[in-house]
Structures are given as C-alpha cells and as structure tokens.
C-alpha cells in the first residue's frame, strides 16, 4: 500500500460501504428515490459508468454483512491514529485487505464516493493534508494516518471512530450522516 493514500482508502471504503448499504437494505426490488433524470450509465443514480462498482459492491456487502467477525482498534496518537482492523476469519482478512485495494484505486482514479456525509465530503476536502502508513497484517491491516493540521488530525480522529461505528452498528449506523466538528476542536492523544 502507498503510505499517502491509506486514509482516503479507508475513507472510500467506508463510503462504498454506506452507499451499498442504503441499497442492500432496502432490497433488490425496492424502490429508488428518482428525482429528476437518472444519473450515470450504471445501476441507480450516482454510480455511473464505474465498471468496478459492482465488484466493489459485492465486497463492501461481505464485510458488512460479516462485521461481527471483524475487530477494530483506534489508538489515537500525535496528529492522528493507528487503526488496526482484522479478522480470525481468513475469508473475511482477505476481503478487508481487497476492499483496501479496491478503495486505493478509487483514490488514484479519483472517484470517491459517499460524498452525502458531511464528515467524508470535509475528510477529501483535506486530503492533500494527510500522511498515511499502512502495513497488511496476518489478519488484516493496520493503517497510521496523521496531519500537522490540527483539524484535519481531528477529522482523521472521528473518522476512524465513525468506521468503528458502521462495525458496531451496521446498516444503521452507514445510513447517518456525521458532523464536521469545528475547527477549534483539537485532536485527542490517548
């Protein structure tokens, strides 16, 4: 993994996952809010001509669909966090390491997504701000992601509370929408 680009991986990751997870949890059949002309050449509004999102999809359902053999640790540090998010279940280490990948090349390609959230819209807003670190664990991954900006080291803090969140809580947690905190809040240091 290219150290600058593991926040905006995860970042991605979660955002596909909250988009599938409006999908998936309304159903196959169900309806789609269609206000105004459809957008893109894909399945839904917004998805586009984004070969990948099917497959990106598919992985985004797995991890969430199997979040309850998923653990994840913040560990706040100067200007930042290490996460490390991992699995005793092989399958599931193997889809949190494509899911990574997968969310790599959405960053490099520059196709982001889940851009409704206002805490993820602020996090790639600032991206350019961040340093990023990543190794592949024996069971998943672990991801170091500071800034010198004390802001978006405060950003890069509630994000990665807010990944916890969507594998604490599931579909209702991917379907909220997370604050931007001020910008005189500072960052934490466990």
């Known amino acids: 993994m290219f150290p600058k680009t593991s ?34 050449h ?7 001509a984004d070969a990948q999102f ?8 797995y991890l969430l669909e199997h979040r309850n053999s998923i653990t994840r640790s913040i560990r706040n540090v100067k200007n930042g966090v290490q996460t490390i998010t991992e699995s005793t279940d092989p399958a599931v280490a193997t889809k949190i390491r494509e899911h990574v990948a997968a969310m790599y090349d959405r960053v490099e390609s520059g196709k982001p997504i889940h851009m409704r959230d206002p805490l993820f819209r602020e996090v ?21 992601e500071t800034s010198e900006d004390p802001y978006v080291a405060t950003l890069i803090q509630l994000h990665a509370q807010v990944v916890s969140q969507f594998i604490k809580n599931g579909h209702a947690e991917v379907r909220k929408n997370h604050p931007v905190p001020n910008r005189d809040v500072q960052p934490q240091v466990d």
């Open 7 to 40: 926040l905006l991986v995860t970042t991605l990751c979660l955002g596909v996952t909250l988009c599938v997870s409006d999908l998936t949890a309304q159903g196959p059949n169900a309806p789609r809010g269609q206000q105004g002309p459809p957008v893109g």
């Open 42 to 48: 894909g399945r839904g509004r917004g998805h586009g």
């Open 54 to 61: 099917a497959q990106d999809h598919e992985t985004f359902f």
């Open 124 to 144: 790639f807003r600032n991206a350019s701000k961040i340093q990023l670190e990543s190794r592949a664990t024996e069971r998943g991954i672990e991801v170091i």
